[in-house]
């Protein structure tokens, strides 16, 4: 299927009128051409992609069962529009075009996250209005980024790294909010670092302080090295220390 996407008018126009329309979001409704006057409001890009038809795994979900859903939906999602690039899945205007306008996927956000479908929750989850709700906030882009940062297609399994990313909403969250975050090497190896840091410590410990307080010494350690060149391994050595590290220190405090 070809891709559509809001004109910049529309997309600006349904972003200032989002509560106003709260109601429009928790139906099933067919809204926009209403809401447009039936004016040019999106266009057809020249880029074609699979159709992605999302997992629906219910209603108010654990963590855990979250992360099983995010899990299926990544693969879902990435194996059909592999053929993007970064720049061209960086388009708002794209993002914002099919969580509104195709009806399966506003089922999918409408079930995952409907209970709290307030104006911030529709801010949050049909638009993309800045870098970091590209990568973590948006309802569909956010399972294209998690593909693309951790798809490794030389493995027998291409999607071992994005296990190891949905072990935990928040973990998830932590480890894509970060400087870097479109750094392929970084997120992978931080990955591996965590795997190998639950296999040494077990699996009763929380991880969740560890890993944030490593993504803070991670920062710091970027603002003053040039990360780009690193290796896999060599990311996941720097941040398996810092994991140790906060472990250590937090335990002693």
Known sequence: MKLGYFTEQAYEKLLANVGANQDMYAGDDDWLSEFFHGTD??????????????YIAGDNLTDKQKSDEDLVNVR?????????????????YMWTYLCHADSELREYIRHRWLASMRENTILTRYFVTNSGSLLNDNALSRLWWYGYLT???DSADPYRYTKILLTNQTICTDVIDTLNRTNRNRIQGVLLAIEQFKTDVGTNESLIDYVRECNRSLNRYAAVTIMDYLTVEEIKSIALEFLEEARSNLLNA
């Open 76 to 92: 879902k999602m990435y194996d059909a529009f592999i053929s993007l690039t970064p720049w061209q899945a960086s388009n708002k």
């Open 151 to 153: 798809y490794d297609q």
């Open 41 to 54: 409001y999106f266009k057809y890009s020249s880029v074609t992609v699979e159709r992605f038809t999302p």
